[in-house]
């Protein structure tokens, strides 16, 4: 998924990279937010993590045990 709420308003992946100096750090700041419960699903408001590594294209998912059907 590559949105989600934060800060009550609504956030897209792909404008919030460029506000980092580059990919790596984006990610960090990201994921530490996540980590600190700062996003939120917009369909199920259960809150959001980053994934993002190697392989696959970064994005936000449901914390292990919870998913919504909608998103």
Known sequence: MQI???EQKRIFL???FPKFINREIAIEQIKKRGQK???TCPFC???LTLRAGSMNE????HIRG???LIS
């Open 37 to 39: 419960r700062a996003y």
């Open 66 to 68: 919870k998913s919504c």
């Open 14 to 16: 792909t404008e919030e």
């Open 58 to 61: 970064p994005h936000f998912a």
């Open 4 to 6: 989600a709420m934060y």
């Open 45 to 47: 408001e259960e809150f």
